[in-house]
């Protein structure tokens, strides 16, 4: 049963536009959360996290969004520039964090 | 290096060959992962090490699989007898501290068993 869940395989976006990715969770447990930005035949960079405590947290272009109550997180990235084409995954972790749960990833292209 | 080094990055193997794949994570992180990441899927958690022990194993689909870190750094990822179904990106990640943070991954290592 996947307990995390990104609905849309793909998204493209117009370059300078804003990238919404979105995920949803269905173990209320989860407390921690991640975006990995993924190239082929790399493995995943860690983007941004934000910890159930907080909402919104933000770093440069990448603002990560989390609604506890919906068991939902969004990934804006704006402006959204071509570099930033690669595949997107979420991860939610419970309690000590030592196990992650990934959801299937969403691949974004960035329209020059 | 700076990073998490992973080898081979890729290996052929045959039905009921045994493989073993390694991970050197960044130097000083204390807690290590395998994930598993199947064609089209996210990564998903084999086991997890703290230093040298093995904490969580819970994630590895079979005894065909194990894993060791027998001194705290390098680990190796064990598949005895491989099936066609253990074909898959294997990925490494460290982490500096033994709870929460990023962790860091390697660039994994695809394994193909014919």
């Known amino acids: 049963d996947q307990q995390v869940k990104q609905n849309s395989p793909s998204l493209s976006v117009q370059e300078g536009r804003i990238s919404i990715l979105n995920c949803d969770y269905t173990n209320s447990m989860f407390d921690y959360f991640l975006w990995y930005k993924k190239y082929p035949a790399e493995g995943p960079t860690f983007l941004i996290s934000i910890s159930s405590i907080k909402d919104k947290n933000e770093d440069g272009r990448f603002t990560v969004f989390l609604n506890k109550s919906a068991k939902h997180l969004s990934l804006h990235i704006v402006p959204s520039q071509p570099g930033d084409s690669a595949v997107y995954f979420c991860?939610?972790?419970?309690?000590?964090?030592?196990?992650?749960?990934f959801g299937t990833g969403t691949s974004l292209t960035v329209i020059p | 290096g700076a990073g998490v080094s992973q080898s081979p990055r890729y290996k052929v193997a045959k039905r009921g060959q045994d493989v073993a794949l390694r991970c050197d994570p960044i130097s000083g992180h204390v807690s290590l992962f395998w994930y598993q990441q199947a064609l089209g899927q996210g990564p998903e958690f084999l086991t997890y090490f703290q230093n040298e022990a093995q904490l969580d194993k819970s994630g590895l689909p079979s005894d065909r699989f194990f894993a060791e870190r027998p001194e705290g750094s390098v680990s190796t990822l064990k598949i005895q007898r491989t099936q066609q179904e253990d074909s898959a990106v294997y990925l490494c990640?460290?982490?500096?501290?033994?709870?929460?943070?990023?962790?860091?991954f390697g660039p994994g290592t695809r394994l193909l068993v014919l």
């Open positions: 991860a939610a972790s419970a309690n000590t964090g030592n196990q992650f749960y």
């Open positions: 990640a460290s982490r500096l501290r033994r709870e929460r943070g990023t962790q860091y």
